[in-house]
């Protein structure tokens, strides 16, 4: 039988291809929305999608089959149509729900296409049967058009997997243009399953024509589905343009949120209502040491006490419960798991959600650093950094507090100042880093001695160092008691008088401590200090060593000390300073063999003053510079002036002070005092002690210099200094002085007698000269001579005179005698 030939009516073909590309757009837009959402919004997206791109590719076939204009009757079967329609959204449903899913493998893939293609296909046959119209089908175009539905199948699921991603700016255009490609697969489809059919004239009339629908009807139907699909596109994309939209804000948001809240350096902690942990961020697990997983649902009290913070706020275990919506603030610490201990400073901000509290964030700053570097610089400024002892000011703090406390409680306490006599000596011939090691150790033997002295003395003693060797101690509590006072003072002396050991010598000091009981001795901080410190000078007055209280009378010493330094000051200029000399005798024909310059000051109202009066002061104050060069002309200019004037041709000693000694033009103003007098260096000698050549290598230097002038040295009060031996043959000494304290006793001290007759022989041996020092009786000098002692010098001879005396009582009878550079014979 030959098949029927029909026409394609073009607008209608035109028309049938727009309805598939647009149905292909609504179903990519769709893919878009179905992965955005979940639960029932999923199902009710996939089911809108499945029925709105069904019934778009429905529409589209219907329109092609209308557009291909039979010469004949052509009605539809009402079943097949409904059939081929739910056939259309079924594989609209497969492909969303594949499409909507956020990762798909292959096979699903696979899986998905068949169903799609085989429900696209299905729909396209069940459609064509239910034409009213015989038709037979050539194979070879089947089987194209089924893969053609394939290829659109695959390449709608690819597109609307691909679809379903974030929107990017251009994705429209994207999807607009992969909306008409699909259309045209979906067209093309149709179109050759069109091909593959060939029409033939009806020979029977169909079984139930009520169940028939005529082409307009479909037409009308069609064009009901065609409107549907483009209602519920448009709507669905306007909806879904509103949706992204918002979404795109809330993501927008959420990323901002997010960024807050894990790049943020404080850690932020999360609690509903209940205190149960909503959400942290990774500074949390940072400070507590709790990972995410531990503490994520569980109550913060839990937590709190787990991580012991100990907040100060009174209301601890509610910190995070901010009923009164108001931000609030607290300061905790914190043991976290790694055991450190942590400063915490916590904000608990409300989190309120359309006017109800729904929760707290709860900001902890970890400010353990700040509150060490404040703490650190509180530190430095009331500590000392040598030693780490309170500082002045600090002392000055717990002075005040300690006066209110012990005002109000009516109790005693001590306030103790010490100085450590021969410090200077020490920094000065040392060198200051050395000075630093002893001050440490000093301060180190302070401690033990208080640590030792009581148990709870740490919180009962306040040691301060309050600059270069003074110290200065508050003694409260049970310990402020004079007699306990008194045993912590004696225990520090006693401990300060050890030895030290410092670059491989022995070094010797004392301590002075003077003592100024609250409220006895003053009621203020100035008063109770100033009090302490003259205690302290009379100890250093009387011999240094030891200990003492203030007493009333102290004041008007260290008021007259005061105006002592205020007339030393004007001393030189007012040539106030005078010389003695005291002359040294050669033992075996009682020959004057030299004099020792001897300073005195004759005071304008006090009279003359000997140099133990003024010579401290005059160290203490820096003085002794001008005055020690002063003396080293002077002595100089006198022994030439008599060596001009037909005196003896002997030299001069004059006294050096550690300072001076260490000063670092002394050689140089030697020299000016020997050019400027014209005396030759050879009658000078210069006397130092044992103690200011501590640092050998410094004190060889020096003397090395002197040497090198032609000046000799002696080495005074020998035998007091403590000082190792070793050091003698390694320095240019030319003589050794015999202290008077060995001396004053030598007649009973048989010891005293050993000590002399051991420092001549060790002189002798050395090829050193030796005087013995302070002879006031003939029973000393016969000893001495016993002993072999060829020099000495002493009131046994002569006490320390006047230049002019000694020209009259030695010089004079020279001359009678007609000698220079001769005997004297004693007064
Ligand atoms: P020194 O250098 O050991 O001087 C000897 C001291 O002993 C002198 O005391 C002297 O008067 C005293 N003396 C001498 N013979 C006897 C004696 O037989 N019996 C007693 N009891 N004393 C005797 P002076 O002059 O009071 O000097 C005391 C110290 O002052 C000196 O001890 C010396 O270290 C220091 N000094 C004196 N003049 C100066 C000076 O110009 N510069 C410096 N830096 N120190 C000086
Ligand atoms: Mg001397
Ligand atoms: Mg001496």
Redesign the pocket.
Known sequence: MEHIHGTYNLQLVILSYFIASLASYAALDLAGRVSLTSGRARHWWVACGAISMGLGIWSMHFVGMIAFVLPMHVSYSMDKVILSVLLAISASGVALEFAGRPSNRISKLVFAGLLMTAGITSMHYVGMAAMSVPITYEPTLVVLSVLIAALASYAALWLMFYFNRPESKYHWIYKIGSGLIMGLAIAGMHYTGMAAAHFYQAQVIPESLNRQVESEVLAYLIAAGTFVTIGLTLFGNFINQRMIQKDQRIRENEQWYHALYHNHSDAIVSVDREGIIKGINAVVTTITGYPEKRVIDRPINQIIEQINVQCSSKDNAHTWDNQELQQRHYMAKMRNTQNELLDLSIAVIPVIIDDTHVGSHILIKDITEETQAQQNIRHQALHDPLTGLPNRRKLDEVLASTIQVCEQKQHKFAVLVMDIDRFKMINDSLGHSIGDVFLKEVSSRIVTVIEASHPQANSNVTLARMGGDEFTMVVTGEQADEKQVVRLAEKIVEAIKQPYRLKENDFYVTASIGIAMYPEHGAGTDALIKHADSAMYEVKKNGKNGYQFYTAQLDSELYERIELEGYLRKALERNEMV??Y?PQIRTLDSRMIGV?????WQHPLKGLL???VF?PL??ETGM?YD??NW?IRE?CRQMKLWHASGGPLIPV?????SQ?FHQSNLVEQVQNALTETGLEAKYLEL?I?ESMMMDAAVSTAILNELSALGVKISL??FGTGYSSLSYLKHFPIHKL?I??SF??DITESHSDQAIVATIISMAQNLKMEVIA????TKGQLDILMQNDCREI????FS??LPANEVENNFFVPLRLLGERNTVFHSV
């Open positions: 010389l003695y005291q020792e310059a001897l300073i005195r000997a140099p133990d010579i005059a160290e002794i005055i020690g003396t002595a000693s004059v006294n050096l002070s001076q006397e002690t005074d009060d002085k202290d008077r001396v004053t020092e302070g002879i006031e010098q002493g009131y046994y006490r320390p």
